[in-house]
């Protein structure tokens, strides 16, 4: 791959090489660089070096000027204020730089692969089996899958996994019933749709806990085939299989709406882990992690009480011999450390079972599963809220399915682009709709920081103005507008010319894509990602308003600007790729 300095870097070397040569005894010193709007960059470093060294950091600043390097990368340096350094780069290095990111050979715009890449161990998107998808399962899936992307495209060796719920009490329930209803499951045709298997689910399910709530015999029956469940009868396995395989057939319509892969063998659900559930509790009560407290196998944590003040234990192994969720996810955690050698274990998942997975992680840690070299992180993420600012309910108050927000994402999206289209086919409009509608929902996600809560509005989300999803889409229309009306026009860089304050507002963003790649990478943070496109779509604006493109004076600057646009149009494209949305080449 074509290795591309950002100018950020570039200046950034010049800067600390002439603190270096100015102040031998800071050699290390760093010149706390960033973007300003007062200039290209703002060095703010020497404040502190004035104050450690008790000199006046103007004289200091004044110091350093004289040692820059000027001429091929930055073109002045001036001392402004009590010390800082404002510097602005040459027209020829910001579009040299442009021109070194357009060539890549590997189209990835001079984004570097990580120096020392590692395996994670992504676990999101955790549907529940024989149960409906709803707005609750929306955000661990969006922000799982773009944090996958950005991984992966750093360099990162991921390995995807969907923890399902496919296993519980609630399951002899439905065995029971299915056992003695057997064609429950039974399909008409062949071809069975997502809202087919999930209707078959959701009757059967109705059906089976009237009868578990109303016939005292049928209860026995269904407590009795949970044992038969956890001690793996063939007969039994095999109906539960009926119950993965048909919630398998809903959840890939749902994941396929939303445009987001999701592939058979990433998916280990609760049952995966079931083999390894005694020897977990083994390994810890042997080496003193975990106690039996009133008969349960326990861990207690220092810092963890409840309202009476008295410890709050994780609960690895109930009195009666059952396992919780803490056996599964410790069995888990083992999984991943030791054969699949990952370093990294992320969660995504939602804030509310934080506690949950603090106590997990602490105790993975004291029984050596966890350490240093290998981590566990909780991607906590907020809730989606409704117009009223309270979690996201129907108005009867009941919990919102996911594919009929998804459907209606669409609609209103559709809708836009009907308004809009002037020579699209009603195909291509519900094709763009769907691209429009699901990028809305998305990005809407993935523009707030994970931690926080937002809310959920569908006017905002499909609006063509604003932080929206539609908006970068239809800035890379426009772009892709001007580029199919250039004609015998190419777009090419011309680093000789010199360029207007919205070019070079507009080349120096650009060329910061690769730190931002891999910032949002590093953090998990898809925000500041989203974050970064929505101002590359905003100065891209600003340059299209004040620099005619096919109309510049002369064949260079038509050249240039036509450039500017087709790496602005490909940073795009690659960005919102990166959070999981289309970008349609007409809107």
């Known amino acids: 791959m074509t290795s591309v300095t950002s100018l950020t870097s570039a200046v950034h070397q010049r800067l600390a090489s002439a603190l270096s040569a100015a102040l031998p005894e800071n050699a290390d010193a760093d010149p706390l660089l960033r973007r300003s709007d007062r200039a290209d960059f703002q060095a703010n470093g020497i404040l502190a070096l004035a104050k450690k060294a008790k000199a006046n950091p103007r004289e200091l600043a004044t110091q350093v000027v004289e040692h820059v390097v000027t001429g091929d990368v930055i073109r002045s340096v001036e001392v402004s204020g009590p010390g800082f350094l404002n510097i602005m780069v040459t027209d020829r290095a ?36 024989a149960k409906e998808m709803h707005v609750g399962h929306l955000r661990s899936a969006v922000i799982g899958d773009s944090v996958v992307k950005l991984l992966e495209f750093t360099g990162e060796n991921v390995i995807r996994r969907h923890h399902i719920g496919d296993w519980g009490t609630q399951f002899g329930m439905l065995i029971q019933y299915l056992d003695e209803h057997p064609h429950e499951l039974d399909h008409q045709s062949a071809e069975v749709t997502g809202e087919e298997a999930m209707s078959n689910l959701g009757r059967l399910y109705k059906a089976a806990r009237k009868l578990f709530d109303s016939d005292e015999e049928f209860k026995t029956r269904a407590r009795r085939r949970v044992v ?18 048909e919630s398998k057939i809903y959840f890939y319509s749902v994941f396929d709406k939303l445009d987001m892969e999701i592939r058979d063998e990433d998916i280990v659900g609760e049952s995966g882990y079931n083999d390894m559930l005694a020897e977990t509790c083994r390994l810890l009560e042997e080496s003193g992690v975990a106690v039996r407290s009133e008969g349960a196998l326990c861990v207690f944590f220092d810092d963890i009480k409840g309202p009476d003040g008295k410890p709050v234990p994780l609960i690895v192994q109930k009195s009666d011999g059952g396992y919780g969720y803490a056996a599964t996810d410790l069995s888990a955690i083992r999984d ?6 990952a370093d990294t274990l992320l969660y995504v998942v939602d804030a509310r079972q934080s506690l949950h997975f603090k106590m997990v992680f602490e105790t993975a840690r004291r029984a050596g599963w966890l350490n240093d070299d290998v ?3 909780q991607l906590a993420f907020g809730t989606v809220l409704g117009e009223d600012g309270k979690p996201f309910k129907t108005r ?15 609609e209103r999206a559709s809708a836009v682009v009907r308004e809009k289209a002037q020579d699209l086919s009603e195909e291509e409009i519900a094709e763009r709709g769907a691209q429009v509608g ?41 772009i892709q507008s001007i580029l ?15 360029l207007t304050e919205a070019e070079r ?56 600007r036509l450039f500017l646009c087709d790496i602005t149009a490909r940073t795009l494209h690659q960005g919102m790729a990166l959070l999981g949305i289309r970008t349609p080449e007409r809107l």
């Not at 991943?336 to 050698?341: A, D, E, G, S």
């Not at 399915?401 to 994402?409: G, K, M, Q, S, T």
């Not at 009306?485 to 190419?490: D, V």
């Open 228 to 245: 038969d469940l956890q001690a793996g009868d063939p007969h039994t396995m095999a109906l539960w299989q009926k119950f993965v395989d």
């Open 396 to 410: 009867e108050g009941e919990t919102v399915r996911l594919v009929d927000l998804l459907d209606e994402a669409i």
């Open 484 to 498: 199919r009306k250039a004609g015998e026009a190419h777009p090419a860089a011309h680093p000789d010319l010199d």
């Open 438 to 478: 699901i990028g809305a929902v998305k990005y809407a996600d993935l523009s707030t920081s994970a931690n926080r809560d937002y809310k959920f509005d569908l006017d905002q989300m499909v609006s063509l103005n604003g932080d929206t999803s539609v908006y970068l889409q239809y800035a890379y229309a426009r």
């Open 505 to 560: 507002a507009l080349g120096l963003h650009v060329d910061a894509f690769a730190e931002t790649v891999r910032e949002a990478a590093a953090e998990y943070a898809p925000h500041k990602l989203a974050g970064y496109l929505y101002q590359l779509a905003t100065l891209y604006t600003s340059f299209y308003d004040k620099c005619p493109v096919l109309k510049a004076e002369t064949p260079e600057q038509v050249e240039n």
């Open 94 to 129: 910001i579009m040299e730089n442009l021109a070194a990111r357009a060539a890549d050979p590997e189209g990835r715009l001079g984004v570097p692969y990580a120096e020392r890449p590692g395996t994670t161990v992504v676990d999101y998107a955790q549907p529940n089996v």
């Open 375 to 377: 981590t566990a992180y």
């Open 336 to 341: 991943r450390v030791f054969n699949l050698k």
